[in-house]
C-alpha cells in the first residue's frame, strides 16, 4: 500500500511571499473563511489550505492545485471531489501547520502548540477518561504539559481519520500513558497512529486506516513541492502501539 505522507511548516518563519504563494492558491471560500481570522489564525489558515492543494497535486499531478474541489462527508470531513480514493487531513495551530495524504485509506492529523497555560486539569477533562485524569494528574507539572499535549493530538488525530468529529467523544478511546499507548478504540480495521514533538513548535499526531510507513516533509515555500519534493523533517516521530484484544 502507498505510504502516507505528511507534510510540515512552522508558520511563523515563512517569508512573506511563501505566505502569499499559498494564499494565492485558495478558493473564493476560502479566501472569505481568512479573512474573517485575526492576523496570526488568517495566516495558518491560508497556509494550511494552500499546502493541502499543493499536497495533494504531489499525489495527483492531474489536477492542478488552484483547481481542487471539494465534498464535505456527513459528519463534516472534507475530501476530493476526485478521485474517491484520494484522502486527506490539514491542521493548523499557532504557527504550525500539516497536511496527510494517503491513497486509499482514511488519515487524520492533529498539531497543537505546547501553551502550558492551556494544559489545566479542566481541559483534560473535555477529552481524558476517568482513568487517564488520574495518571495525568500524577505527573510533575512539565510531564504533565508533555503528556497532555501529546494525548490531546493523539486522539483528535484517530478522530479525524475515522470521519466521526464530535459524534465520537473523545473518552470512548483509552489510552495508557508513560509510555502512551492506545487501550481502547472500536473502530473497525487496522489503524496506525505516530506522534512527534516539533522542538519549540508544536505537537504532531497523525493517524491512519490499515497498514503502511510514514513520510514526513518539511515545506518552507510552495515550491518546495516541486520537482523532487521537499526535504524530510527532522523529527522523531515514534509510532503509538496499540494493545492487542482478544485472544
Known amino acids: 500500500m502507498p505510504p502516507i505522507d505528511l507534510y510540515v511548516t512552522a508558520t511563523a518563519a515563512l517569508a512573506p511571499d511563501a505566505e502569499a504563494g499559498f494564499a494565492a492558491l485558495l478558493d473564493q471560500e476560502e479566501r472569505q473563511r481568512a479573512a474573517r481570522l485575526p492576523g496570526g489564525a488568517r495566516r495558518d489558515f491560508s497556509v494550511a489550505h494552500g499546502l493541502c492543494r499543493l499536497a495533494l497535486t504531489r499525489a495527483h499531478a492531474a489536477v492542478a492545485p488552484a483547481a481542487w474541489r471539494f465534498r464535505?462527508?456527513?459528519?463534516g470531513k472534507p475530501a476530493p471531489e476526485a478521485p474517491a480514493d484520494l484522502h486527506f487531513s490539514l491542521t493548523h495551530a499557532a504557527g504550525l501547520v500539516a497536511v496527510?495524504?494517503?491513497?486509499?485509506?482514511e488519515?487524520?492529523?492533529?498539531?497543537?502548540?505546547?501553551?502550558?497555560?492551556?494544559?489545566?486539569?479542566?481541559t483534560a477533562e473535555v477529552f481524558?477518561?476517568?482513568?487517564?485524569?488520574?495518571?495525568?494528574?500524577?505527573?510533575?507539572?512539565?510531564?504533565?504539559?508533555?503528556?497532555?499535549?501529546?494525548?490531546?493530538?493523539?486522539?483528535?488525530s484517530l478522530i479525524k481519520a475515522t470521519?466521526?468529529?464530535?459524534?465520537?467523544?473523545?473518552?470512548?478511546?483509552?489510552?495508557g500513558l508513560h509510555p502512551l499507548r492506545?487501550?481502547?478504540?472500536d473502530a473497525p480495521g487496522t489503524w496506525r497512529s505516530w506522534t512527534a514533538e516539533i522542538p519549540a513548535v508544536g505537537r504532531l499526531a497523525v493517524s491512519a486506516a490499515a497498514a503502511g510507513m510514514l513520510r514526513v516533509y518539511r515545506v518552507a515555500t510552495p515550491s518546495d513541492l516541486a520537482g523532487s519534493g521537499p526535504p524530510p523533517l527532522d523529527a522523531e516521530f515514534i509510532e503509538v502501539p496499540f494493545a492487542r484484544r482478544g485472544p
Open 100 to 105: 496527510a495524504v494517503a491513497w486509499g485509506r
Open 163 to 175: 470521519g466521526e468529529g464530535l459524534s465520537r467523544p473523545p473518552q470512548t478511546i483509552a489510552c
Open 182 to 185: 492506545i487501550l481502547g478504540f
Open 107 to 122: 488519515v487524520g492529523v492533529d498539531a497543537e502548540a505546547l501553551v502550558p497555560a492551556l494544559a489545566t486539569v479542566q
Open 72 to 75: 464535505i462527508g456527513r459528519h
Open 128 to 156: 481524558c477518561t476517568p482513568v487517564e485524569l488520574a495518571a495525568l494528574c500524577a505527573g510533575d507539572a512539565a510531564a504533565r504539559t508533555e503528556t497532555f499535549f501529546a494525548l490531546w493530538t493523539l486522539k483528535e
